[in-house]
Each structure stands twice: as structure tokens, then as C-alpha cells.
């Protein structure tokens, strides 16, 4: 990479930050606005999507714009990142996490430090993070394959829709399910319930990519005919 790993840690902090601090503070809200879950659902939704878009274009060129632990995990195993850079990768992912939940509560005059009480458990909510995350992964790696330039729209539009889709509203990643824990507001969860989140995300990530990589190994074309019987 062009930026040395001290710049492309802080992108990893500074752009996990932003994305917490718009999901938690777009969750508040939303549900300020409207005591309708759906339309408020919509109102946490749209920033997601949009600020992912931003973030991995704005970010992308110096990190890569993991911002979230389960990608980096894909990228070591992938020998795309060394693995001590992983490990930095995901405690900056973490503590920007936790940065941008506490920016989120600051902005809208409330407790920095909270423990969410909202209930996120159950197989259906656990199936949804696994297919979150492998949608997610399938996203990026066929993405980086075909339309590398198209990436930030396609994470951004995919969460957008994985967060309907989806039972658990698609956190797709560890980081931001911690930093989730501690807001006790419209995106919050349980953190008793966060460990059973991030085992699945990491399911998720690890069959997606075995898939992909399964799926995008081209046939080899070039390879002998079959000799034909009788002749060597």
C-alpha cells in the first residue's frame, strides 16, 4: 500500500467512528422523529447505506476500508493483509467503534456511557447475521473481481437492502455490534447477546469466502484433450 500502516490505522479508526456514529446517531433520531418502528427503521437505514459509500470512497485508498473485523479476517485469510496488521486493524476497528458511539450520545445530549437493554437473540436473528455477513463478503470479493470501482456503491446499496431483508437488520460486523452494546438507544443490543452476533458473522464471512473462492477459480482452458483411446 501507498500510506504507511500508522496512516492506514487511523483511516481504520476514523472511518469506523463515522460509521458508528451515523448507524447510532441516525437510530436516535429517527426515533425521535417517529414513533412509527418502520418509518424509523427507513430514517436509521438510508444513512447507513450513504455513509458507507462515502467513507470506503474517501478511505478506501489509504486502509481499504475494512471497518469492520470480519472483512479484515477475510483479507489475512486471503494473505491479502499481514496478520500482525490485522490484529491492528481490528483494535483500531473496535476503538473507533466505541468512539463513535460516544460522539453519537454527546451530539444528542445524553449519557455517554449506557449498556443497551434491546434484545437481539434467537436462531432466526443468528441465521440473519450468518447471511448478512455472507452477503456482505460476497459483495466485496466479487466486487474487487468484476467491478473494483463500483465497490463503495455496492457495500452501501447492499446494506441498504440487507438491513429489510435481514431479521437481525444486518450488522454484518463485530465492531460495530460492540460498539452497538454500549448505546441503550434505537440501534442498541444486549451485550450478553453480542458473542452469539459475532460467532455468526464469522461463520458467515468464512462460507463466503470458501464460496467465492470456489466460484471466481476460472476453468483452465488450456489444459491437454483427453487423448483419445488407442492413441498415446
Not at 463515522?18 to 437510530?27: E, F, K, M, N, R
Not at 488450456?222 to 498415446?232: E, M, N, R, T
Amino acid at each position: 500500500m501507498a500510506f504507511d500502516l500508522k496512516r492506514r490505522l487511523a483511516a481504520e479508526t476514523l472511518g469506523t467512528a463515522i460509521l458508528v456514529a451515523t448507524v447510532v446517531g441516525s437510530g436516535i433520531m429517527a426515533d425521535r422523529l417517529s414513533d412509527d418502528v418502520a418509518v424509523s427503521l427507513l430514517g436509521n437505514t438510508i444513512p447507513t447505506g450513504a455513509i458507507l459509500i462515502v467513507l470506503i470512497s474517501i478511505l478506501g485508498p489509504i486502509s481499504g476500508a475494512h471497518f469492520n473485523p470480519a472483512v479484515t479476517m477475510v483479507f489475512a485469510a486471503r494473505r491479502e493483509i499481514a496478520a500482525a496488521a490485522a490484529a491492528l486493524y481490528v483494535l483500531a476497528q473496535i476503538a473507533g467503534g466505541i468512539a463513535g458511539t460516544l460522539i453519537a450520545h454527546a451530539m444528542f445530549d445524553l449519557p455517554l456511557l449506557q449498556v443497551s437493554e434491546t434484545v437481539r437473540t434467537g436462531t432466526g436473528q443468528w441465521i440473519a447475521e450468518v447471511v448478512a455477513t455472507f452477503g456482505l463478503v460476497l459483495t466485496i470479493l466479487a466486487g474487487m473481481r468484476f467491478s473494483g470501482d463500483a465497490i463503495p456503491w455496492l457495500v452501501g446499496l447492499y446494506i441498504t437492502a440487507a438491513y429489510w431483508f435481514t431479521a437481525s437488520t444486518s450488522f454484518a460486523n463485530p465492531a460495530v455490534a460492540g460498539a452497538r452494546a454500549l448505546s441503550n438507544t434505537f440501534s442498541g443490543i444486549r451485550p450478553v447477546d453480542v458473542p452469539a452476533f459475532i460467532v455468526a458473522e464469522v461463520i458467515g464471512a468464512l462460507v463466503a469466502t470458501a464460496v467465492v473462492g470456489w466460484m471466481l477459480t476460472e476453468r483452465n482452458t488450456a489444459a491437454s484433450p483427453i487423448p483419445v483411446k488407442g492413441i498415446k
